[in-house]
C-alpha cells in the first residue's frame, strides 16, 4: 500500500469470506481490523462498525460488509465507500482514508470511491433553519489508497465531476417545486452552462408556440407559473449534428391537472423534473471532463396543474411533429411535453436520442425501486445503453414494446390518444413516445419513476432523492466519443 497518511478515519470493506488483502496497514490498524471481523455485528443490520482507534496516526476504523469476495464489483465497492463515509457523520471527523483490496483494480476502486463519498455528501436536509440539523457532512479531505502508486488523477477527476453531476441532480430533484419553478430550472441550467463550455438556450412560451409545440404547451395551460423550453448544447468533437441528444421530462410540479392525483405521495411530484435534470447535469459533466463528442440536452419545463383554462380530458392537440394527440388522461402529461422534446432534437441534428423521465407508477409495479426500465430501438442501441449503465454500476432492465402496445395507444378520433390504460401502462407510454421517433434514429427511453427517490437510506445513499441514469449516459456518450459517430 503506497503511503497512507494520517487521518481521523480509515474505511475498509469486510468480505463474508474474511478480511480484506490490504498490504501495509500498520500493525494496531491490523488487529483491530482482524478483531472487528471477528465480531458477528458487522453482518448484521447496517452493515458497518465504527471502532475508536488512536493507533498509527488513524483515530476511527470502519468496516463496512462488502458482501461476498466474488460479487465484488463497482457497485459495491461505491457503496461501502458512500457508507463508510456516512457512519461517521455526526462524529467530528475532518478527514478520511478508503481503502480497497488488491482483488478490484485500481482504475475501478478510485472511481468507486470517489463517486461513493460523494454520493455520502449529499445531504436532503439543507432547508432546516438549524445548522446542527442539517447534518452538512465536515469532511475536509478524502485520500483513496490503492495497490498501485501510478497516477490516477484523470480517474479522480472524471468520478469527482460524476459524483457531482449526480448530486446536481439530487438538489434539483429534492427542492420544492415553489422555490423550482421552469424559470428558476431554466436559470439554474444557465448558471450551469456559464461554468462549463455550454450553451444553454431558453425558449418562453412564445417561441415554443412559433415551434408548434402545442403538446408540451397544453400541459402548461392549467398553470400561472410560464413554461421554459430548456436547451444545451456541448460542441466537444467540433462539427455539426450531436452524437447524443438527451430529452428529459421537466414537469417541476405534477398535480395530475384535471385529472388530478390522490393526494397519498402528491408532494413527491416536486421530483417530476428529474429526467429534466438528468439532462441538464449529463452536458455539463461531459463539458468538464472535456469528452470529444457532441451532446444536446433539451428540458421541456412546466408545471402540471388544474385551472380555469387547464387542458380538459378529451381535448385533442396537435405535436410539434404534426401528430394529433387525444389527452385521455391530463395525468399522462410526461409523454405529451417529451415527443416535443424528441421532435426539436431530431431537428437539431440528433443521431440518437434517449428521453429520461419519471414516466409511469406502471414501471415501479414492473420492476421496482430498484430498476430503471429501457425501453427503444433498435435492439442494439438499447443493448449499449444497457452496457453503459453496467460499466456505471447502475441497475437498468429491458422493457418491450410490441405491436399490441402500438394498439393501445390508437385514438377514435385522432392520430393517437395519450393512455392505453392500466395493462402495460410504462410500454404504452414509451410506445407514444416511440411514434414521434422519425427517420429510424436510435432512441431509448429511461422510465426511471422507481428510481428517483428512496423511502429509506441504503447502503448506496441516503434516503430521498436518488440522481439516477447521470452516471449511465455520461458514460454512454463517452463511448460515443471514443469510436462510431
Ligand atoms: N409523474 C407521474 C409518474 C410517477 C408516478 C412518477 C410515481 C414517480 C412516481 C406521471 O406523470 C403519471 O402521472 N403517470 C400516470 C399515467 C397514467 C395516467 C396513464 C401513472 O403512472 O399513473
Ligand atoms: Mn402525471
Ligand atoms: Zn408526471
Redesign the pocket.
Known sequence: MSGLKATDALVLPLFEEGLAQIRGLPRGVQSAYERVAKDDAVKLAYHRMVQTLERGGINRLVVVNAGKRADFNIERARRVASAGVRALWDLSVRSVAIAFDSGLDDRTAVRAATEGVHFAMFRPESLRTQARLRHLPPLASVQIVVGDSKSLAAEVDRADIVGQAVNLVRRLSNTPANQLTPRVLADEAMALGKEAKVKVEVLDEKQAERLGMQSFLSVSHGSHEPPRFIVLRYHGRGGSGYELAVVG?G?TF?SGGISLKDPEGMHL?KG?MTGGAVAIATVWALAKAGAKVNALGVVPATE?LPGGAATKPGDVVTSMGGKTIEVINT?A??RLVLVDGVTYALQQGARRVVTVA??TGAIVVALGNHLTGVFGKPDDFVGDVIGASKRAGEKMWPMPITPEHRLQIQSDIADIKNTGGRPGGACTAAAFIEAHVQDGRPWAHLDIAGTFWAEEETLHSPKGPQGPAVRTLFELAESLADGAA
Do not use: R, S, V, Y
Open positions: 421530462k414537469i405534477d411530484m417530476d402540471n395525468d402529461e410526461g419519471t414516466l
